[in-house]
């Protein structure tokens, strides 16, 4: 092998390495040591770091314990992109949970954590907002249990003895050790949030968490659109321009064919560009939050219904669709399919959970828009349609189960 030629495979390899460590930091902002890809990330930080700032404004803090991508949403009324099965109690207990934490010593066990969390549900300002928490209530023990896998997940909390199962059935308990520098990192805003108590709504407040200082001169703002439309990009499964305001429109439509290219190039992803809007298409699907097609029940009946408001939109009737037709359809295919979908979907009323699982999903992919009692089919939905199925029965097994969904969507 030639000197140019080691030199050509080392450039390549280089750039693979820095593609796969771009695509973990989007997939995991918040990495720490255990993950398959950290290593290349330490190797590579100082590109990552220039790139992600000069891209998309994000900063890329990389320690020996962790790495630290502070991402900003686009969109802060974005309720798609939350933690699986999490609701607002639960988002209230773990705000509890990460305040107790902070002041604990290096080690806490599950129970020692409920009893805190207890303490600091009396305060009067929570109480007033009609947020309790005791143990005495199996619903809320699963709350607990709940936020105690997440923080396990984010790597906050590492399990050191016990499990989580044993203390819901109370029967034992679960010993963690608390990452301090990961619970430091976990928290992502422009101010601290002491400095907001009390100023605004709560949705005033939290705006103004993530936002940065107002851009001043023609470049800084051109700059701005920039990250902003980079961030909506690689975040959102699409970018429509009916949903940008005149000044983002008028620069997305210049500058979306050299920003997506840019883009894509880096994160090994596909530009796609259309009439409506544009989308970064990941053909391996590591960066989507939820996968379309995919197997089991559910799946089958969100691609069902896409393939039924993808036909309306191919038809010229873009119209929203009332509920109630959504949940015939798939009543209707409930019979249908009753051979390989779920028991429980023969039962009265189950079409209405099918409905919402669909829906929810769809929403995330941004394929439809809620409206009220209706949803409104969005223009990329017409991308999916419903080939002829190949049951075999060497699959039903896999038909009958369901993946787990993921936290949210990308």
């Not at 059935?169 to 805003?189: C, E, F, H, K, M």
């Not at 050299?258 to 009439?275: F, K, T």
Request: contains cysteine; proline residues 4%; charged residues 25%.
């Amino acid at each position: 092998m030639t000197e140019a030629a080691i030199v050509d495979a080392r450039t390549r390899e280089i750039a693979e390495e820095r593609q796969r460590a771009l695509r973990a930091l989007l997939a995991r902002p918040l990495m720490t040591g255990g993950h398959p890809a950290f290593a290349l990330v330490r190797r590579h930080a100082d590109h990552l770091r220039e790139w992600f700032a000069r891209e998309c404004g994000w900063t890329l803090r990389v320690e020996r314990s962790h790495a630290r991508l502070a991402k900003r949403a686009a969109d802060h009324h974005d309720a798609t992109r939350g933690a699986a099965g999490f609701q607002r109690s639960r988002y209230v207990l773990l705000c509890l949970a990460l305040a107790v934490l902070e002041r604990h010593d290096i080690q806490i066990t599950l129970k020692n954590l409920g009893e805190a969390l207890m303490e600091e549900a009396q305060d009067p300002a929570l109480a007033a907002s009609g947020f309790e928490f005791a143990l005495d209530r199996q619903s809320q023990r699963s709350d607990l249990v709940e936020v105690c896998r997440l923080l396990l997940e984010l790597g906050v909390l590492e399990r050191i003895a016990g499990d989580e199962a044993a203390y819901l059935n109370q029967s034992g308990d679960a010993l963690y050790d608390i990452r301090r520098p990961v619970l430091a990192a976990l928290l992502v805003s422009a101010r601290g949030p002491s400095a907001l108590a009390g100023a605004g709504t709560s949705a005033e407040r939290l705006a103004a968490l993530s936002a940065g200082a107002t851009p001043q001169g023609d470049a800084a703002r051109r700059t701005a659109l920039r990250h902003h439309l980079s961030r909506r990009l690689l975040d959102d499964p699409v970018v429509y321009l009916a949903e940008l305001d005149h000044e983002e429109a008028a620069y997305f439509a210049s500058q979306r064919g050299p920003m997506g290219h840019r883009l894509a190039q880096a994160g090994g992803l596909d530009a796609e560009h259309r009439a409506e809007g544009s989308a970064l298409v990941d053909a391996a699907g590591d960066l989507t939050d939820v996968a379309l097609p995919q197997q089991g029940t559910n799946a089958h009946a969100t691609l069902l219904l896409a393939e039924f408001l993808a036909e309306r939109v191919r038809a010229g009737t873009r119209t929203a669709v009332p509920m109630a037709e959504v949940e015939a359809l798939l009543r209707q295919a409930a019979r249908e399919h009753r051979k390989y979908w779920r028991k429980d979907t023969q039962e009265p009323g189950a079409e209405r959970e099918l409905a919402a699982i669909a829906c929810g999903r769809l929403a995330a992919l941004r394929l439809l828009a809620r409206q009220g009692d209706s949803v409104l089919p969005l223009p990329a939905v017409c991308r999916f349609k419903l080939g002829e199925a190949d049951l075999r029965p060497a699959r039903q097994a896999d038909l009958l189960g369901d993946a787990p969904d993921a936290a949210g969507a990308a």
